[in-house]
């Protein structure tokens, strides 16, 4: 089988990037894995084993779309393309659509959010919204939809979408199952929260910060941290926030690192309070260390991540459930070593590395023979 790629992804033009590696093991699976990534200026093509990453070099973020279709075109008519896939429902999903219709393929739309599920994405700016319509109208001609957990399966189903159409893979992380079997703290005279992600508006970093605040003024007599790990658009406004709270001793913000391992090893708990999301890597890592988690309901929650069995979960936004869940933990160290186990032993049934690949595939073989 032989598939055209589209992508936004741009880390997809860094040699030793993980996500690169990981659509290099999808790749291997296939005769041909031509892959189109929406780009400035400045990169090259690169062609690793049956892998070939064309960036579009585009002048101007006006060109994208044009320079990926004239792009696509170019390499349906000299590779004769099987089947097209998009990352998203979006921008490139349109795209797949548009060559998917001009030369008879079919085509898949990867869904790696709960765009259609979240009200919470939509409201987050206007251009959600026209986004959000622009989305319906890809999905109801997609021949087949790979999603990336049943939260955004179900949200999909709720549209009217035929149960058929949509196959669950789910992101593989390596699994870390060493460790210390329930037991963390690297840090012997603190307690440490920990949160690992980008510095954005959907993560809700704030409400980790008005939560700890509220933590600390229950637990005076306590050491307590929240390490931050990340960087983005919103540091510095959390900066500020921590600094006016008088926050700065109890709240570190750690930039990002490339190596998380010594942080799950040094941490007592793990804290995902994301408005949305479509799975959440992070805390499948987390979970995989053993570490007792909280997060809000989204991504993985309930399908991995169950309420008083592999962690806490609690209502997006509810910043009191939110300090509590926190104190209960803080004080409760049978409840934080049974809910790591749980975690660790949710994740450990995960598809391997192989299997994800496998279901990759069959994604597409599924949405190819689609009639």
């Known amino acids: 089988m032989k598939v055209l790629n589209i992508s936004l992804d741009k880390k997809l033009l860094t040699a030793d990037s993980q996500v690169r590696q990981r659509v290099l093991g999808y790749a291997r699976l296939f005769a041909r894995f031509d892959l189109i990534v929406l780009s400035g200026r400045g990169y090259q093509a690169r062609t690793e084993e049956s892998m070939v990453i064309y960036p579009t070099n585009s002048g101007s973020r006006l060109f994208y779309l044009l320079d990926a279709y004239i792009l696509g075109k170019k390499i349906i008519k000299k590779y004769q393309s099987d089947i097209i896939s998009s990352q998203d429902p979006f921008e490139t999903g349109l795209l797949a659509w548009l060559l998917a219709r001009k030369y008879g393929l079919k085509f898949q739309v990867q869904i790696h959010g709960d765009y259609f599920g979240s009200p919470y994405w939509q409201a987050e700016k206007l251009s959600n919204k026209l986004r959000y319509y622009l989305g319906r109208f890809v999905i109801s001609r997609a021949d087949g939809l790979r999603v990336v957990s049943?939260?955004?399966?179900?949200?999909?189903?709720?549209?009217?979408?035929?149960?058929?159409?949509?196959?669950?893979?789910?992101?593989?992380?390596?699994?870390?199952?060493?460790?210390?079997?329930?037991?963390?703290?690297?840090?012997?005279?603190?307690?440490v929260f920990l949160a690992v992600g980008r510095l954005a508006r959907v993560k809700n970093i704030k409400l980790q910060i008005e939560a700890m605040r509220e933590v600390i003024k229950s637990q005076s007599g306590q050491n307590v941290e929240l390490w931050i790990v990340g960087d983005g658009p919103e540091e510095r406004k959390l900066k500020q926030k921590v600094k006016a709270y008088g926050l700065s001793a109890s709240v570190k913000f750690l930039g990002w690192q490339d190596d998380l391992s010594q942080f799950y090893h040094q941490a007592d708990a793990f804290l995902l309070i994301s408005n949305?999301?479509?799975?959440?890597?992070?805390?499948?890592?987390?979970?995989?260390?053993?570490?007792?988690?909280?997060?809000?309901?989204?991504?993985c929650a309930g399908e991995i991540i169950k309420n008083g069995q592999s962690g806490l979960v609690i209502s997006v936004g509810d910043k009191r459930a939110l300090a509590e869940s926190m104190i209960k933990l803080l004080q409760d160290k049978e409840l934080r070593t049974r809910l790591g186990r749980g975690a660790r032993e949710a994740?450990?049934?995960?598809p391997s590395q192989e299997e994800n690949w496998q279901l990759y595939k069959d994604s597409l073989v599924k949405s190819l023979s689609k009639i």
Not at 286 to 295: E, F, N, V
Not at 347 to 350: P, R
């Open 150 to 191: 049943d939260r955004v399966k179900v949200s999909l189903i709720a549209l009217g979408l035929p149960a058929g159409k949509i196959m669950v893979v789910p992101i593989y992380s390596e699994l870390k199952v060493g460790g210390q079997n329930g037991e963390h703290g690297g840090v012997s005279d603190k307690f």
């Open 276 to 299: 949305y999301e479509g799975w959440g890597l992070a805390v499948i890592e987390a979970a995989s260390y053993g570490l007792p988690i909280i997060m809000t309901d989204v991504g």
């Open 347 to 350: 994740v450990l049934g995960l």
